[in-house]
């Protein structure tokens, strides 16, 4: 398996599982408020808890938080190429982290 990313720093791999039935998690900041980001953004963490909170009650407590490898053209996930759910987020400071399982 491969990894492909913008940026790797502080993630955790984990693998579940026995014999051939494993499954495939990612842990690691999702977004950080209250600092500059890439695009020279600053967005406030009120803002950010509000969208997440949500995010999480109606997609990532429904299991339904899937998407896509890179970046897609459409804001639509194309089932045929979900790559990955998010199974957990939370707050550690200023930062959003979360679970990601790998799909097959």
Known sequence: MKLICEQLENVEFICEGAG???NYFIEG???QA???N???RV???EIFMREA???NKNFVKQ???MGELDH???SVDNLANVSHNITDMHWKSDDLVGTVEVLT
């Open 20 to 22: 051939k039935a494993k």
């Open 29 to 31: 900041v999702f977004m």
């Open 34 to 36: 209250n600092v500059k």
């Open 38 to 40: 890439r695009n020279g």
């Open 43 to 45: 967005y406030p963490k």
């Open 53 to 55: 909170n949500v995010y």
């Open 63 to 65: 299991s339904r938080a």
């Open 72 to 74: 897609p053209e459409s």
